[in-house]
Structure formats: C-alpha cells, structure tokens
C-alpha cells in the first residue's frame, strides 16, 4: 500500500495571534511552528497501516526551506520519505494544485489529509485535491480500517457518524479518533536526517482568492460574578437579561 | 448575481442550519439584484420543500433518484455543480456543517470557483469581486477573504445568520441530471445517530466539563444540566484525551469550534487552545473554583465555586424557572 500524507506547518497551539502590517500578515516573530495536529493523527495511521513492510508512506508539504524542521519531524514519526514543494503556500486551491501535479504521478492508493489546518483552517485542501484526481474522497473521518483493497471509514456527521465502505484509490480528512498521535523515538530521530526528501519547484496556478485583512475578537466586558449563595440569580440573569435560556 | 443554494437534508428532514444557509442566500441574491435558486438531493417531500420557499428561494430543483437517498460525496457535489450551471449561478451557498465540509471543496474545482468555508458574516462587493469574513487561526482571528473568480462558493456557520421568514413561495421543478457512474464509489452501510443527544457544532446551547469534574462518573449533573436546558454536552480535550467522554465531545482548536447563544463551561480553567473553539459564543458563563482561571477573563457570568456544589443549585434553578414558564 503506497500512502501518501500531506502535512502542513502551522504556528503551536498555544501562539497568541497577533498581526503586522496594519493587520494584513501573521505576525511569525517569536512564533514555534510544528506539524498541524490533525496532519500529525493522518501519518501516525498511515504509518500503522504499513506497519512490518506493508507499503510506504510519503509525506509532502507545500512550503519554502523554513517548514524543513517539521517535515524532518514527520519522517522522524516515521514516513519514508518527503517532497517539499517550493513555494509559500497561498490558499487551499494553490496547495491542491501543486500536490495533484505530484500525486497523479505517484500511483498513490490513499491519500490523507488533516481535516484543516489549524492556522487558516481552509478546510479546503483535501476534497479539492480528490476532485482534481477524480479520486473519491471522504471528509472527517474519525476511524479508518483495512482489509484488503478495501477500507472502512467512519464519517463524522452531526450527532453520530456514517460507516462507509470504498476501495482504493481513495482520499480522506482525518479527524479526532483514527490514530493516538506517535511520538517519534531516537531511533526515527536519527534516520529522519538521512531520509529522502525531495525538493520540487511549483506549478503556475492562478489566484482565484486571497486574504486582505485580519481581525481579533472583540474584547468581552468584564466577568459579572454571580455568588455562591446566589446560584439561582445565573439562571434569572441569563433568561431576563441574556435572554439567551 | 444569481445564487444556488445547497439544501442539505437528514433522513429527509431539513434543520435549523438549512433554513439559515437559505435566508442568507436569499440576502446575497437581494443584495446583489439576482434570483435565488435552491437545490435539494434525495428524498425529501414536496410538502417539506416547499417551506424553502418562504425564506426566499423562487425555485427548487429536486433531485429524487434511487441511487441518491443516502450521502455520496462525489454524486452529489457533481450534481450541484450541474444544477449551478443550470442557472447560471455565480455564488453558490451551502451549510459549513460536515457534509458542507466535504462538497464545497469539490464543487469550487468543478466550477473553476474560488472557496470560502465557514463564512461569519454577509459578503461586501466591489464590483464582481467579494470579500467574505470568516474565522481564522481556530477562532482566535478573523479573516477578509477577497474572491476574486467568476463564480464564487461560501459555506455558512451554523448559528451565524438570522432566519428570515419573508412569506414567499417557490416553484418545485424535477432535475433530472445524472451523475457519472464513476462518482458512487463510496457506500454508506451504515448511520449511527444517538437520537436522543443534541448534536454539538450546531447547538445554540452547550453545557462542557473539564477536569475539575474529576471523572467520568461525575458527567450526570453535566448531562441533567444540559438536557434540562436543551443543550449539547462538550468538554475540555484533557477529559476526551483521558477517554472519560468522546473525541466529538472535545471542544477548541483541534476539536470542535462552537458559536452557540450560551457556552456554559464547568471546571475548565481556560487553557487558549479551549478558549479559540468557543469565541464566537454569545454568553460565556464559567463556573470554576479557581478565581484566577483565565477562563473568567472571557467569560460574561462567572460563579467561584465547587462545581459539585453549585451545579445541583443551577438544575434546581432550571427547573424552577421551568416551572414557571
């Protein structure tokens, strides 16, 4: 089974979001960048599926030298090998196009994205990618099994899920649930500086979209703090005065 | 500029999500001189399409094949496609809920249309370009997105737009394009839906537990609490990383992001991870026995104190004002 899994390199959950450029560009000065957590559960199932020489799982990552530590993670957890494609990476659209050019050469039986990207969170990537390989694709997936040419799914739906069968060649976002995220050990961490990674320069595509500003939250008024031997008055303030119960 | 809007149904029927997508099309098409066309796949009654039209869709394309009745992604997001082209839609609306999720990518790239998912707010306009906000960076920014392609796709959050009731009606027309035999390469054999939960993306009221609950045994007065008020139960990702309650149930940054009326979170300090999935809340009420939890700096009620002591206080509280009512 040829896996391929696209990561992306996004700022540590824990960044305070701040902006530069009268609030037109991501403020990066000081920020810790690592491998998107929904990216990082897709590789550590891709990675269990080959396990004990039952195929190979590439990652690729559309982005310039500076996402090489977080692709060097990746093969740390365990991919075979990587593909950097050189470019910063615009939108959705721009990163699907360059990864189909790639993919429609790989002869790849699964592909597997994270479900967003925690950083502009497109939700975009994956679905638009199976669509320009006219490969089946199935989005939010919290469980994912194998037997055969043939893989189980569990689709994340609106209070429950839906059990879905398709045979390879096939695309899924991955979601909370498919795998407990690897840790890599020293002996992934050693290998991974030896690992291919392959560096490839970008296709055109043409800028259908692009971001012009960003905003923060509006600020909350100060906490009402409600006492102890008052409970009931939450209730009374937020039907009368919320109005939202 | 014409618009198409995608009504997504479950078993038939449509929900609050749907109606909203519909009246915010309905905007859309308004502000911008156009008609509203609306597009429903699988087996839904006509008595339950022709309510669409009060929210101001003059048309509804209905797609009944055998082959349709449960989801395929690809089928279906092909025949939207081919139903947007049919009227020459330049901005298509559906739902960002998860199956919003898995069709809008598809149908921006059939279209050669530029995407944006989880729109918060009515588009701007300058010219035929358009400028959507949208939450970015997991609820801890917004973004301006500024589409710049002939056809444009928007998927809607849940609960960011008022239904309109305008009392119109729609014309119910058979569509009787096919999809390719090639798009129903996925097969549903199954759907588990616990009925009796509230599902948590959508809810408007959402009741969450952390670790100041101290164990999965103690989620009763979380769940009394929720289903007094209606609402959805969630929690903070130590509880679901410790298996006391389910992934789905895990709401921030790498989980759920919610935008209900009411978050009520109970023995959540407030990690920033947790605090960028409930942002977009209405009121934020936190109950904590720590007075420094960061969560009170968000919050808009906020009661100190032991969550097992004051959680039997609120459902008292709750069912009195219940009583009243």
């Known amino acids: ?245 | 500029m014409n618009v198409l809007v995608y009504l997504e149904n479950i078993e038939g029927k449509f929900k609050k999500s749907t109606y909203e997508v519909v009246s915010y099309a309905a905007a859309i098409a308004k502000q911008t001189g156009g008609t509203l066309t609306a597009v429903s796949i699988g087996n839904v009654a006509e008595s339950t399409l022709a309510e669409i039209g009060k929210y101001g869709a003059t048309k509804i394309l209905n797609i009944q094949q055998d082959t349709l009745n449960s989801f395929v992604n690809q089928a279906y997001a092909s025949l939207i496609a081919k139903a947007a082209n049919s009227v020459n839609a330049t901005v298509v609306v559906l739902s960002n809920t998860f199956t919003g999720k898995g069709l809008a990518p598809r149908v921006a790239v059939k279209l050669n249309a530029s995407l944006v998912d989880g729109a918060l707010e009515l588009p701007t306009f300058d010219g035929a370009n358009m400028t959507v906000k949208r939450g970015a960076f997991s609820g801890k920014a917004f973004a301006n997105v500024n589409l710049t392609s002939a056809i444009k796709v928007i998927t809607l959050s849940p609960n960011a737009y008022q239904i309109n009731d305008l009392g119109t009606s729609a014309s119910i027309e058979a569509f009787s394009e096919t999809a390719n035999a090639n798009d129903f390469k996925t097969i549903v054999k199954e759907i588990i839906r616990a009925s009796d939960k509230i599902s948590l993306p959508d809810a408007e009221l959402v009741v969450s537990g952390g670790r100041g609950l101290k164990g999965p045994e103690n989620w009763g007065m979380i769940e009394e609490l929720a289903s007094l008020l209606g609402a959805a139960t969630g929690c903070s990702k130590p509880v679901s990383d410790s298996g006391w309650r389910p992934h789905e149930e895990h709401v921030g940054q790498t989980g759920i992001a919610v935008a209900p009326n009411l978050y009520i979170a109970i023995g959540i300090s407030g990690a920033i991870q947790h605090l960028a999935g409930v942002s977009s809340s209405k009121v934020i009420v936190v109950i904590n026995k720590d007075p420094e939890a960061p969560f009170f700096k968000v919050a808009d009620y906020g009661i100190v104190g032991d969550a097992f002591e004051v959680v039997p206080q609120l459902i008292e509280a709750v069912k009195a004002l219940k009583a009243q009512a």
């Open chain 1, 1 to 245: 089974m040829k896996i391929l899994v696209c990561i992306s390199n996004v700022p540590d959950t824990t960044t305070k979001i701040t902006f530069n450029s009268n609030n037109t560009e991501f403020n990066q000065s000081g920020v810790q960048f690592i491998l998107n957590p929904y990216d990082e559960l897709a590789l550590s199932r891709a990675i269990e599926l080959t396990e004990g020489g039952n195929g190979s799982v590439t990652v690729i990552n559309v982005g310039m030298a500076d996402t090489e530590p977080t692709i060097r993670k990746a093969l740390a957890i365990g991919a075979d090998d990587a593909i950097r494609v050189n470019a910063t990476p615009m939108n959705s659209f721009f990163v699907a196009s360059q990864i189909a050019a790639i993919a429609k050469e790989g002869q790849y039986d699964l592909i597997l994205t994270g479900r967003e990207s925690i950083d502009y969170n497109g939700a975009q990537t994956g679905a638009m990618l199976a669509e320009m390989l006219d490969m089946p694709s199935i989005s939010i997936i919290k469980k994912l099994e194998v037997s055969g040419n043939t893989a189980t799914v569990a689709r994340e739906i609106e209070g429950g899920k839906e059990m879905i069968t398709v045979d390879f060649p096939f695309l899924a976002t991955v979601a909370e649930g498919v795998a407990e995220p690897k840790i890599p050990n020293m002996r992934g961490i050693m290998s991974a500086r030896t690992k291919p990674l392959q560096v490839v320069e970008p296709i055109a595509v043409a800028s259908l979209s692009n971001i012009t500003s960003f905003e923060m939250p509006a600020a909350r008024s100060a906490v009402k703090l409600i006492a102890t031997d008052n409970v009931s008055a939450l209730i009374d303030a937020l039907h009368s005065e919320a109005k939202v119960i």
